[in-house]
């Protein structure tokens, strides 16, 4: 991979440096016609009014630069991506870019929460030729969609010089540009393959701790996370930490994580005012996020407080829990029950321009005026201080302490503080209320939808609210009415009453994960069956049958140079991780060996790249922990099991899938357990149960979660 890096950076520098002297091409007159008013993208649509011939993804697009023997400008980013929005400002909006772009290439916009997998492909490219990435993603590609330039974000005078160099090799020495294609698609198309792992693994806890060491060696002591910036929440993998310090009893990993998850509650990437994430973090102490919310940041937290509240029992984390799902309901909520995408970082300040933050920011005498009387306090609770602001007089709120120590500190009591800090947030929310709001993306997306939708049935069996179950069930209402087809396929992206775009892997495994999930939290047996259904559609349109592993698009989809896929964690869990994890439940429940067999086979495929770089395969880690030790089936019958159900669920258990139902069932889990007359508990490893219990604590004390 660094030869090909090294390699197509020294080609392209020496071929700009050695072409012919002949400058750019005489222009041909300016005219444009911008495709992009068409589409339901808000991200699409934020650039239809841009002076350049852009077009969407779409075979159209690649066959025009076919038969024109143009290159294809490649731009990808999202609605409310920042500097996005700056270089549209800067480059894409201005008239002199414009006509370098049209004469010369055909540009393609490309939402990239829209399709994953062109983004997949030409981000891979450019972390070949730069060694990093990131959005707004710009790529120059040979007329066949085979990558030869990349970057990120670039100032309106180096894109301007890059295109005109670009546009003159090809066509004084396209030859150059072609040894470049070759050797990044080699590139992109090596990254794509995972090789059968022959030696046999070992899954133990030794395994675990020495993955475990790789954070012990960066993390940051003083805020939690690592010891650098920007930070992002990674709420899956603190979920992973979560489970692997509690079960292997690691203080040093339960420290760390629950130093964090304070951190980000009480920093400024958490909105104290309306609830609810931001992206990450551009500092050290969480204060400065980068202000865009995401679904499906703030989906992952949700389920991660409300795990972390089953051990620690934290009243700040089941208010993160509340507020966050207050701001989901009220800002990203749909009539339909799906949930948008994100709010932008951008919004119009004072002055009527788009400004980063403008909408969370606040200037002291904003503060004072709003406040009044409380001013003295509320400025230490939220360090309206040195430590609280931002730049040019504004501050973001950021506590620094928990409200315990807060009122040992400043001599208030603890009920008085709370009803202190309920009038200072209703305060500011009318104060915002004036005040232009972020721009919604309000396209759904079946994958973060399904994120959102386990999230609300995690805080439902935390916290026992039958208001996040309804919004639950009616999220999945949505999804397998309107983003399933009929021959049992998904859909990507919905909008408006339009179902759009096949869905890819990360769609099937969110809704199978969510699935199962609200299934454990009804006991409505339809939930499950359709995760079944989903896997066996996966297993027939997806998979990968050398390494077991599954493809990012469907067979069917074969417009793009290689066919990704994802195996790496990030942000978000790679959908093959999830995939793991849904095969060995959903193998657990139908008594499927095969199942639980291909997600080992899974796992023991990635070992190599586990013991690389634990960090990016914390989903991995988290599924071999399913594989280490018992893993516990359990099973309650009988007219309370609803009841007995929901108290099993206030107890953190990670290594358990549970089955239940108030009468007879052919569910293997379940078959021949109802007694009339009676709720019992079944627990059960591999099959073999023990003496069932009539109560849920009996139950806690027999399961070893320890390893």
Request: aromatic share 12%.
């Amino acid at each position: 991979m660094k030869r090909i890096f090294a390699y197509t950076l020294l080609l392209i520098t020496l071929a700009c440096q050695t072409q012919k002297k002949t400058g750019m091409p005489e222009e041909q007159p300016y005219k444009y016609t911008n495709n992009l008013i068409h589409e339901n993208s808000p991200y699409l649509l934020q650039h239809a009014h841009n002076p350049v011939n852009w077009q969407p993804w779409s075979d159209k697009a690649l066959k025009e630069a076919q038969k024109q023997q143009k290159l294809i400008i490649i731009s990808i980013g999202y609605a409310a991506c920042h500097w996005c929005h700056v270089m549209e400002h800067e480059s894409f909006e201005d008239t002199t870019v414009a006509k370098i772009m049209n004469a010369y290439f055909v540009p393609v916009k490309v939402d990239r929460e829209e399709h994953p997998d062109v983004d997949k492909i030409y981000m891979s490219a450019v972390q070949q030729l730069t060694g990093r990435g990131g959005w707004p993603l710009n790529v120059v590609a040979l007329p066949d969609g085979r990558p030869v330039w990349g970057g990120t974000y670039f100032p309106k005078d180096k894109w301007l010089s890059a295109l005109k160099q670009i546009a003159n090799l090809w066509q004084t020495n396209p030859e150059k540009l072609y040894q470049v294609a070759g050797q990044l698609a080699k590139g992109i198309k090596a990254a794509e393959i995972i090789q059968p792992n022959t030696k046999t693994s070992k899954f133990n806890k030794e395994t675990i701790r020495k993955a475990l060491s790789f954070w012990k060696q960066y993390k940051d002591n003083t805020y939690g996370g690592f010891r650098r910036a920007p930070k992002f929440p990674m709420p899956a993998q603190y979920q992973f930490l979560l489970r692997a310090g509690y079960q292997l009893n690691d203080s040093e990993i339960n420290d760390f994580v629950k130093l964090t998850l304070d951190k980000m509650a009480q920093g400024g990437i958490y909105d104290h005012i309306n609830g609810g994430f931001a992206r990450y973090a551009t500092d050290v102490k969480w204060h400065i996020p980068h202000f865009e919310k995401m679904l499906y940041d703030n989906a992952q937290l949700v389920s991660l407080y409300s795990d972390a509240y089953k051990i620690y029992h934290l009243p700040s984390y089941k208010k993160v829990v509340e507020e966050t799902l207050n701001f989901v309901a009220n800002e990203l909520t749909d009539t339909t029950g799906a949930f948008y995408s994100s709010l932008d970082a951008d919004s119009n300040n004072a002055q009527g321009h788009l400004e980063e933050g403008a909408y969370y920011v606040f200037a002291k005498d904003e503060l004072q005026k709003v406040i009044g009387v409380d001013y003295p306090l509320f400025k230490e609770y939220y360090n309206i201080n040195h430590y609280g602001e931002w730049e040019n007089g504004k501050y973001h709120l950021i506590k620094k302490m928990s409200d315990e120590a807060f009122v040992n500190q400043y001599n208030i009591s603890l009920a008085g503080l709370e009803q202190k800090v309920k009038e200072w947030r209703q305060k500011l929310q009318k104060l915002r209320s004036k005040r232009p709001r972020p721009r919604l993306d309000d396209k759904s997306l079946t994958s973060w939808n399904a994120l959102m939708l386990n999230a609300y049935v995690d805080a439902y069996k935390t916290f026992g609210n039958e208001k996040y179950l309804a919004v639950a069930k009616k999220n999945a209402d949505f999804l397998l009415k309107k983003q399933l087809k009929p021959d049992g396929s998904l859909y990507h992206t919905y909008k408006k009453g339009q179902s759009r775009i096949d869905g890819y892997l990360d769609d099937y495994a969110f809704l199978i994960k969510a699935l199962i999930n609200l299934y454990e939290a009804t006991g409505t047996e339809e939930y499950l069956s359709q995760a079944l259904s989903l896997m066996q559609y996966v297993e027939k349109n997806f998979l990968e049958k050398q390494s077991g592993l599954f493809y990012f698009t469907h067979h069917n989809k074969t417009d793009l140079i290689a066919r990704p896929m994802e195996t790496t964690d990030n942000v978000i869990p790679s959908s093959n991780a999830v995939m793991a994890e849904n095969l060995f439940k959903l193998g657990h429940y139908y008594e499927k060996p095969a199942y639980i067999k291909q997600s080992r086979v899974m796992i023991q495929n990635m070992n190599p790249e586990i013991n690389r770089y634990a960090p990016g395969y914390y989903q991995w880690l988290n599924n071999m922990l399913n594989h280490i030790g018992s893993f516990y089936e359990i099973a309650v019958t009988g007219r309370q099991a609803a009841v007995q159900a929901a108290k099993l669920f206030r107890y953190y258990i990670p290594n358990q899938v549970t089955a239940r139902t108030e009468k007879t069932s052919g569910l293997p889990l379940l078959k021949d357990r109802y007694v009339p007359d009676q709720t019992l508990i079944y627990l059960c490893v591999d099959q073999t149960c023990q003496r069932p219990q009539t109560n849920v604590k009996e139950i806690v004390k027999i399961i070893k979660v320890k390893l």
